[in-house]
């Protein structure tokens, strides 16, 4: 018998799988998805301060105190932490407003009571300033000159870079300094005609921002509104100095 040979047939070479061609017009749309979702995101979240000047910061009573306004106080409580800050670290100023306050209830980090400190002496201001005209009294005369001239001194101490970053104008500078001059005025009627029994404290003080007597019995006759966005995004010790 003639043997027959089998012939072994020839392995062919595996084919490479290619990727549809929607398949991969499909992941280059989900990665632009992705991207752009990313970016409109990073636009709602990034705060950016010169973006919001005109924007209500607080309001009191239906008058509103614009975030550029706010830039008066934030200033001048900034200016007050620098000082301590030089004190507390010379090389490393940002540690200051970065170290945590124990107080109990009311710890909190330097730069949160900062701001604080900030808002409350501007909504203070703004309720003496309503009381008083709600009362009949201005700055007539001589108190009108005088605060000019103070917002004109308050104005040529600002650099260029603190004007740029707060947005302050003279003008606005000028509104602030008749506020807090007629507030101030208000308040000093308020101390004679008032009495402060059960408060251990001066009358001044307790009148101020943070007394007893100005929390427990004016503050709370006032509706007080604030723009929680603008709030939660000051960060001080960042805004007129160690720019």
């Not at 921002?209 to 000051?234: C, F, M, S, T």
Request: proline content about 2%; hydrophobic content about 35%.
């Amino acid at each position: 018998m003639t043997e027959q040979i089998k012939k072994t047939p020839k392995r062919r070479k595996p084919r490479k799988k290619a990727i549809p061609l929607l398949g991969v017009i499909g992941i280059f749309l989900l990665a632009c998805m992705i991207l752009t979702t990313n970016i409109i995101y990073h636009r709602l979240t990034d705060f950016r301060y010169e973006k919001h000047l005109d924007d209500i910061a607080v309001s009191v009573d239906g008058t509103s105190v614009t975030l550029r306004e706010l830039g008066y106080y934030i200033y001048e409580v900034e200016a007050f932490g620098a000082e301590r800050a030089k004190v507390y670290d010379a090389e490393d100023p940002l540690a200051f407003w970065n170290m945590h306050f124990s107080a109990g209830d009311n710890s909190a980090f330097v730069s949160e009571l900062a701001k604080d400190t900030a808002y409350n002496t501007c909504v203070c201001d703004l309720i003496y300033e309503q009381m008083a005209i709600a009362e009949g009294y201005n700055l007539a005369g001589t108190g009108e000159t005088e605060a000019e001239q103070s917002a004109q001194e308050f104005f040529d101490k600002l650099s260029l870079s603190q004007i740029d970053s707060t947005g302050l104008t003279l003008e606005a500078v000028t509104k602030i300094e008749k506020r807090r001059a007629l507030a101030k005025r208000y308040a000093t009627h308020y101390l004679e005609q008032s009495g402060f029994d059960g408060y251990e404290k001066n009358p001044t003080k307790e009148l101020s921002a943070d007394g007893d007597y100005y929390k427990n019995w004016i503050l709370p006759e006032h509706q007080v509104e604030y723009n929680e966005k603008i709030r939660k995004n000051i960060s001080m010790g960042h805004i007129t100095i160690n720019l």
